[in-house]
């Protein structure tokens, strides 16, 4: 009884241990039509680009984070962000988003 508890648990360490953590990047965001010049759809609506590859966020919106139209704006500006995500359908399906502060 003894060693199937260990074997138990030896299973779940390995089991527990082998699943992959969500990879955080750090990437380009931005307004994917006025700073990308992507052409999907009309209006503003948030882009990041990784790998010189544009793609529009699914998870989050360009006004959750600050007036996109201010100086340091997503309309104004491309920004760094840290993000966890994947792309699907030809959009970013974003589980984390973290704007970066600009450098000086």
Do not use: W
């Not at 990879?23 to 010189?52: H, P, T």
């Not at 100086?71 to 760094?80: L, N, P, Y």
Request: a neutral charge.
């Amino acid at each position: 009884m003894k060693n199937v508890f260990s074997l138990v648990i030896l299973f779940i360490s390995i089991t527990i241990s082998a699943q992959e953590k969500p990879k955080v990047q750090i990437v380009e965001a931005s307004c994917g039509q006025c700073q990308f010049g992507m052409k999907d759809k009309k209006g503003c609506d948030l882009a990041v680009r990784i790998d010189g590859k544009s793609y529009f966020v699914d998870g989050t919106k360009l006004d959750d984070h600050g007036d996109a139209h201010a100086e340091d704006g997503f309309c104004s500006a491309v920004r760094k962000a840290e993000v966890v995500g994947e792309v699907k359908d030809n959009k970013f399906v974003v589980s984390y988003f973290k704007l970066l502060p600009i450098k000086e």
